[in-house]
């Protein structure tokens, strides 16, 4: 697949003009997000990549970039099934009231972290037919 | 040490009041211990003296839950109590939900320990498990004398303010919280032992018994319908004509509310859908078609239903129910919570 | 949303459905299968009579689910 | 593949003149150190040496190292890091017992990792209990978040081996044998013994989140076979800086509990067949491709049962969960080894993702739990970073130097190789 089969929703102010992407940009938090992505993928899209980022607690994150296919099919249940479940892991922290630390000192690591993980994920999409 | 004060509730029938017939027997107190009370009372010991017992039918108690709950928790506060113990209900469904109630309403209002003990499938359990300590009981009322101990050690526990232990120690239904311990063996040695017996099918216990999926418990089915009040919910964007809250065809960032007192029936001309993810064409020609109100409005004329709530809600399901639902449902729900309405009909396209 | 409503309200909510599938994935616990998509409650080609006794039927087991005890999800 | 450990227990670590092993002490010329290990783009580096029941709290730790050489057998230890990446696993190694060489650093600005060598902190981390050799390591300026990894990575693997060198030619006091044959003869060793084999799950998320395999980074492999004692030679380091708890520090690596409890059972209660090592990456199809071999490597090993031990957490979980899925689908039975994230009060869902497949877990516990750390006499590193590491929050950092912190900020709480005795378990 090439970039412009990819659908990118991200509130990672980095996470801009990446060729031939789509950026669907969320004025938000994570969790906003990841609502955005169920969205899509209740909207027939196809998720490419976790919802949830690897060892950086949710809560705490602010970042968050989720690639999907342009390209619109049925609904897959499993994944709703599995974001879902995701956002119950979220939701969970926020009840917590665990999003309590100030993020303005370490927005541009965040930033950095998730921009990494997800250009992992498109060099690993790239040379992918889908 | 001051005695501790213990106050135990009772349905009537543990109370001695009577059977099923005096089921919908008002909350009224005694002083001292009744009934299972006695053993209790012995069994806990010379400190903590059952000062008082609060009697309640299950009829009652059940069908005026906020009532009865705040006139059971006068009547507990009256003995001043220090910890309060409720049944054990056993396997009865009701005495089970009122104990739970009970608990769970004293434990906070009041602030003091609680404790009740019912059979594991008893619905209390699994409605008041989280909140309230219960003792896990066997399924009826000839299960009392291992029941009566099993409660007596750990309300004791609980009115000492003593570390309570793990589900298995104490005797408790767990709660669903989890805790750290430090056990005898490290992880890696208690996973080869656990896949030693996994593999020889010896039985095992997890650690971590794995949510299927966060479900909610189903919630016990209306009694009787043609008392009941029955609210319409609808995500097929179902909206007066002319879309006055604008909710959007998709990704719809609210919901609405609208009042259907004395409309009979959706037609052409006042309801149209505002929803972007199907064909409007039927919905618009015939809302019924998503939303019954016709039908409802025949039901409740003919008695079958008690009432159709005057207001329904509506939102928008393209694609975004799931998403939305956590945003505005749990909104629609605090509502429809405070209108006392007794089902809720959710239709989606 | 059908499991947010009967967690919050603490009452029965029937989910009045098309696709079956989608209503277990979201958690409903009484699920009553409707028509079609475009018109869960109500079937163009009948004539108006025929359509209010279908919906009828349809809301009816819908009650009926409602004022059924169950211990899981349940499809009536 | 046949290798013998020996072990030289450390009585002490001292600074010397000269690095070198005498009477069960090890003395480090703390000079002659940086001198091995200095790198152009670290500006300024420091060695100290902390002791059990010390007053010291450290902070950011990133990674923990054992030092150990190869006296027999081909290789060296840490290989593809060192040398030609030829095969390890097999031989002699010696290994300085009680000590840990372990890197500070701080590379990003939520990088978590607290050792505290007293106090109650002290019994989340095994950490706690070795003598250490601590190397702080600054940055030049500007240098990027992933040349600071790298240039503190090699750092500490630098030190560990410079370190081990003086255990070359030391008589150790104590040996273990550890043999895995080829396959097909380790199959038919012990006929009547249930066959089981070790899924070892390596964070490979991307910067801050990588493991390297023979010098390979670990998100670029498809799932393969190892020998189990190639990961006692260093087969597997870490270059994980987040996630404090339960990030595997090439320490664990270098000693997996698993592995270690395995070869105890091996040959009287069990036929410890051997390792599949797999990775977590970041794309779902990734992570397809990855469980789908992991389960077919599983499959032809014809083992009865495997124990699936996962590196950190969130997506990570769906790896866990698909590796159960498909090696239980293939009738072959797992225990899971993971920790838990059920928030403060232990209510929450622990997990990112289930399924009732997965009915044998063992646990190392609830990472969200709160702890109170007591200041401490003396800090090596950057306590400010107790505020922003990922278990610390807002006011965390009290005015008389105690934190309030999750036990998620204290390096190797919660180890998902069940390396400490702690779980969670429900109340």
Redesign the interface.
């Known amino acids: 697949m090439d970039l412009q089969q990819v659908l990118i929703i991200t509130n990672n102010p980095i996470v801009k003009n990446i060729n031939n992407a789509e950026i669907c940009f969320v004025r938000g938090d994570q969790r906003q997000v990841l609502y955005q992505v169920l969205n899509k993928v209740a909207g027939g899209h196809t998720l490419l990549s976790h919802p949830l980022a690897g060892s950086i607690k949710t809560e705490d994150n602010p970042y968050r970039s989720v690639v999907l296919s342009t390209s619109i099919t049925e609904a897959n249940l499993s994944t709703l099934n599995m974001l879902e479940y995701c956002l119950g892991k979220v939701e969970s922290g926020v009840r917590d009231g665990m999003q309590s630390r100030q993020h303005d000192q370490l927005a541009q690591d965040f930033q950095m972290i998730d921009k990494e993980l997800l250009d992992n994920a498109l060099q690993s999409l790239i040379r992918r037919q889908v | 040490m001051a005695n501790i004060r213990v106050v135990h509730y009772l349905n009537q029938f543990f109370g001695q009041i009577g059977g099923e017939d005096k089921a919908d027997i008002t909350p009224f107190s005694k002083d001292g211990p009744i009934g299972p009370g006695t053993a209790l009372e012995k069994a806990m010991g010379d400190d903590m003296p059952i000062v008082g017992t609060v009697i309640c039918g299950d009829t009652y108690f059940n069908e005026n839950l906020d009532t009865a709950t705040e006139e059971v928790i006068a009547l507990v506060a009256s003995f001043k109590p220090d910890l309060l113990i409720a049944g054990p209900a056993f396997n009865a469904g009701r005495y089970g939900m009122a104990c739970g109630a009970v608990c769970a309403a004293v434990q906070e209002k009041l602030k003091i320990p609680v404790v009740t003990g019912m059979y594991e499938e008893n619905p209390g359990a699994d409605m008041y498990k989280k909140n309230v300590y219960i003792v896990k009981t066997g399924n009826s009322a000839a299960q009392m004398r291992t029941a009566v101990p099993a409660l007596a050690r750990l309300a004791t526990r609980l009115a000492k303010g003593e570390v309570i232990g793990s589900p298995a120690e104490e005797g408790y239904l767990a709660r669903g919280i989890r805790k750290n311990v430090f056990h005898e063996q490290r992880g890696s040695a208690r996973a080869v032992e656990m896949l030693l017996k996994k593999i020889k099918g010896e039985p095992f216990t997890t650690e971590y018994p794995m949510p299927v999926f966060d479900r909610v418990s189903p919630r016990p089915a209306i009694k009787d319908l043609s008392k009941a009040k029955i609210a319409l919910v609808t995500s097929g964007g179902i909206v007066p004509k002319g879309n006055p809250d604008r909710i959007e065809s998709s990704s719809a960032s609210k919901f609405g509310r609208y009042d259907i007192s004395g409309i009979n029936d959706l037609t052409e001309e006042t309801f149209e859908t505002a929803h972007g993810g199907y064909d409007p064409v039927y919905a618009n020609k015939d809302a019924d078609r998503v939303l019954p109100v016709d039908v409802m409005r025949k039901l409740e004329r003919e008695g079958k239903i008690g009432k159709l709530h005057d207001v329904y809600y509506a939102t928008v399901g393209n694609g975004t129910s799931v998403a939305n639902a956590k945003k505005y449902a749990n909104a629609i729900g605090q509502e429809l919570k405070q209108e006392n309405v007794d089902g809720i009909i959710l239709t989606s396209t | 949303m059908v499991k947010e409503l009967e967690e919050v309200v603490n009452v029965p909510v029937v989910h009045v459905c098309t696709v079956v599938p989608i209503s277990m994935t979201v958690g409903a616990n009484r699920i009553d299968p409707a028509v079609a998509i475009p018109h869960p409650l109500g079937n163009p080609q009948l004539n108006r009579d025929e359509e209010f006794a279908l919906r009828t039927s349809i809301v009816e087991k819908a009650l009926k689910a409602l004022s059924t005890e169950v211990s899981e999800q349940t499809v009536f | 593949m046949q290798l013998e450990l020996g072990n030289i227990l450390v009585k002490d670590v001292q600074f010397g003149d000269k690095t070198e092993f005498k009477n069960g002490i090890v003395y480090v010329n703390g000079e002659e150190l940086l001198d091995n290990i200095k790198d152009d783009r670290l500006a300024k580096m420091e060695v100290h040496i902390v002791h059990p029941g010390d007053d010291v709290r450290i902070c950011p730790v990133k990674d923990v190292l054992e030092p150990r050489v190869k006296v027999e057998g081909g290789g060296q230890v840490f290989p593809g890091i060192f040398g030609n990446a030829e095969m390890v696993g097999s031989g002699k190694t010696n290994v300085l017992k009680g000590m840990t060489v372990l890197t500070v650093g701080k590379i ?3 990088q978590e990792g607290i050792i505290d060598m007293s106090g109650p902190g002290a019994e989340y981390t095994p950490f706690s209990q070795t003598i250490n050799l601590v190397i702080l390591c600054d940055k030049v300026e500007g240098l990027p ?2 040349e600071h990894e790298e240039a503190v990575r090699l750092a500490g693997l630098k030190a560990t081996r410079y370190i081990a060198e003086i255990a070359k030619n030391v008589t150790p006091d104590e040996t273990f044998t550890f043999e895995t044959k080829p396959l097909t003869e380790q199959l038919s060793q012990y006929p009547d013994l ?1 066959k ?1 084999a070790y899924v070892y799950m390596l ?1 490979t ?5 990588d493991t390297y395999l023979y010098g390979l980074d670990v ?1 670029k492999i498809l799932p393969t076979f190892l020998y189990p004692t190639e990961v006692m030679d260093g087969a597997i380091i870490s270059g ?1 800086c ?2 404090a708890c ?2 595997n520090a090439t320490y664990h690596h270098l000693n997996n ?2 592995i ?3 070869f ?2 091996h040959g009287k ?2 036929n410890f067949i051997g390792v599949v090592v797999t990775n ?8 397809e491709r990855s469980s789908n071999f992991t389960a077919k490597l599983v499959d032809s090993l014809k083992v ?4 699936i031990s996962e590196e ?7 790896d866990l969960i698909m590796n159960c899925k498909k090696i239980e689908a293939l009738g072959i ?3 899971l ?2 920790d ?17 497949l ?9 990472a ?2 709160i702890i109170e750390l007591p200041s401490m006499s003396k800090v090596i590193g950057y306590i400010e970073a107790s505020k ?1 590491i ?1 278990g ?3 006011g965390a950092l009290k005015e008389d130097g105690s934190i309030t912190v999750e ?2 900020a204290i390096t190797g709480a919660t ?1 998902e ?11």
Not at chain 4, 205 to 209: P, S, T
Not at chain 4, 312 to 318: E, Q, R, S, T, V
Not at chain 4, 340 to 345: F, L, N, P, V
């Open positions: 990003v600005g939520f978040q992933h249930p089981v964070q998320q991307g910067l801050m989140h998100k994980n987040v996630s339960d990030k509990p698993v270690a409890d395995l105890v059972r209660d069990l977590e990456n970041v794309t779902l199809l990734d992570k009865d049962g495997v124990i950190g957490f969130g997506n990570p979980d769906a039975k797992t225990v080894v993971t838990e994230y059920a928030g403060r009060d232990g209510a929450s869902q622990s997990l990112a993702d289930a399924n009732p997965a009915n044998a877990v063992v646990s190392g516990g609830n969200n739990a922003i990922a610390g929050f807002d036990i998620q180890n190789l069940g390396f400490n005795r702690m779980g969670a378990l429900e109340f």
